[in-house]
Structure formats: C-alpha cells, structure tokens
C-alpha cells in the first residue's frame, strides 16, 4: 500500500499506525513526492494506492496500482472518474475500514485470500444468565490484548456494547453473515467491519436480535474457523450469548471454553441440563474442555461511559489475571 501526501507527517503517521496493524497484511509506504512514488512504482507492485485528490488525474494514471482510493480535505464526495475517494482528516481505523470497503470489490474479483497461522479460539458460554459472561469476556480480551492480536465477537441478541462504549457502528455482524452467506466472505471484507476498543478489535453485534437466526451454528462455526486460519488473529473471543444449546457445535471448534456459574441450585440444574445435552449428542470432547468459572461480583463502579476500564482494576481484573497467568 503507498500513501502520498504533500504533508510529510500525514503519510508517515498513516503508515506506522497500519503497518501496526497485523490483520492487515499490506506493507505501506509513504510518499511525499510524486517522483519518488513514480520511481518506486515502477519497480514494485502497488496493491493499494492513497493519494491526494489534488494530483492530476493524468499524473495519477502513470502510476500503475490495482486500486487507487483518493485523499480528500472536506467531506468524501464523488469526485467523478474510476476513483473512490474518502476523507483524509478522521480517525485512522475508520479511515482503514473505507479503504477495505473500497478495496473489497478487487479482491473478490482475484480471489485474494491470507494464508496465516491459525489463530487460538477461546469461547466464553453459560446457560446461566446475569454470570458476568460478556464483563469476562471483555476483561479478557483487554488483557490479552496487551501483547496480542485479539478479535471479540459477541453473539447476543442485545447486547448494550455499542451504548456502552459511546460508538455508533455503521456496520457489524450482521453484515458479516449476509456476506458469508452469499459467499463473498474474505479478509479485506472481515477487515472493513473491524472496529478497535483501546487495543482490542471487535466486530460490532448484530443490529437486530432476529439476525442471529439468519445463520446456523454450523455455518457460525464455519465462519468463525475460517476467520481463525486467513485473518491473522492470534486470540478470537466468542461471547455466546443467546445460542441456546446450538452453541454446543460453535464451542467444537475452540480450544478453550469458560464456563461462569452461580452457586445457587436452578443454575446449577441448568448447568447440568446442559452438560447431560452434550453427552446425548455427541459433544462428550466440549463437556471435557469446559473449565466453570466462578466469577466474583464487582462492587459499585461510576459511570457507564468508564465500566470497561473499570473492569480491569477490580475484583474480576484480578481474578481474570490469575486464570490467564495459569494457562498454558
């Protein structure tokens, strides 16, 4: 990917903070002449070119790239032409996710695919409700976060994490199903849906409740596999919420699952309905994976906008560390 800028400091900041980024995997270049950019051209392929949309357009059509998405000052218009254009003064993973969106179309027409190491799959699932399933869920994902490539997915059917995070995201989940269904489902397509939480990534959940029953626990399973192998996560956390006892075949393919449970004997009958579920059909290797947790209530905490910070300085930050510390 080559970036050009007239402004030294846009092209290079832009570089470091994507080439930072392992999901994505282009090497960019920044360029703040166009002759340096023509010669360089001219001895590599270009996959992805940025460049202001102040450059004529016969200067840009000597530089050979396979898509070329123009840098606009004010709001991204149609700028007429072949070209895609965005707005260069935003925040740089929504500015990753356009260009993904842009590049998307290109990458489905050659078949591209990113071949990685498969990435550890961690599901987080309990028949009991009100557990702390999606406040562990998330402490971990902060944590791990830290030192590696993570990738939360929450499977609720309202989940609140939008209104808890203060993000309105323009597309989600829901959108990932409706591509992989159609069979158009690739990195650059995961990657333009990918929004970042400090240093963790997400996927926002679904928009409506009745998305999750567009798509099987098979094919979930499926998707989330595949996004394991070519997406260049090292942790995916899936955070099942509403699934049901067809998470049975989602939590197949993790290599860890985590289990909160209450102490109290109707989720301790529901814990053991499940586990009898799993055994009659055939899903004896997931009840051996299962490791229950018993997650301690945090106390009071302040506003809504800081709980997820919050999380990770008490009582469950702590006992979060110490499971992690114990792993393999």
């Known amino acids: 990917m080559a970036v050009y800028d007239a402004d030294p ?20 270049m920044a360029f703040t002449t166009l002759e340096k950019l ?26 050979s790239a396979v898509q070329v998405v123009l840098l606009t000052d004010g709001e991204a218009v149609s700028l007429g032409g072949t070209y895609k254009s965005i707005y260069k003064y935003q925040a740089a993973d929504c500015m990753m996710r356009e260009v993904m969106e842009c590049y998307c ?43 590696l490539k993570v990738l939360y997915m929450n499977f ?23 591509y992989y269904s159609l069979e158009k489902y690739n990195w650059v397509r995961l990657a333009s849906l990918v929004y970042t939480w400090g240093e963790l990534d997400y ?17 979930v399973a499926d998707l989330v596999s595949r996004i394991a192998r070519e997406s260049g996560y090292d942790v995916i956390i899936l955070d099942l919420g509403q699934f049901g006892k067809k998470a049975a075949e989602v ?15 109707l989720s301790a009958a529901k814990v053991e309905e499940f586990e ?30 800081s709980y997820l910070e919050q999380l990770l300085w008490g009582e469950l930050g702590d006992y979060t560390r110490q499971l992690l510390r114990k792993q393999p």
């Open 251 to 265: 939590l197949e393919i993790c290599d860890a699952v985590y289990m909160p449970v209450q102490e109290d004997c």
């Open 105 to 147: 179309t290109s990458a489905e027409e050659s078949g591209s695919t990113m071949i990685s190491r498969t990435g550890r799959i961690i599901g987080v699932y309990s028949p009991v409700n009100r557990c702390l399933k999606t406040s562990f869920s998330l402490t971990m994902g902060q944590l791990l976060s830290r030192d």
């Open 9 to 28: 400091f846009y092209a290079e900041r832009f570089a470091d903070f994507v080439n930072q980024k392992e999901q994505v995997p282009f090497q960019v």
């Open 38 to 63: 023509t010669v360089f051209a001219g001895a590599h392929e270009i996959e992805i070119l940025l460049i202001h949309a102040s450059v004529p357009r016969e200067e840009i059509g000597k530089i």
């Open 203 to 219: 996927v926002p959940p679904v928009r409506y409740p009745e998305d999750l029953n567009q798509i099987t626990a098979k094919e």
């Open 156 to 178: 609720e059917d309202c989940s609140g994490f939008g209104k808890l995070i203060g993000e309105e995201h323009k597309a989600g989940l829901s959108d990932l199903f409706y």
């Open 276 to 305: 009898e579920y799993l055994s009659a059909c055939g899903h004896e290797s997931v009840r051996k994976r299962i490791q229950k947790i018993k997650l301690p209530y945090h106390s009071s905490f302040g506003r809504r906008d």
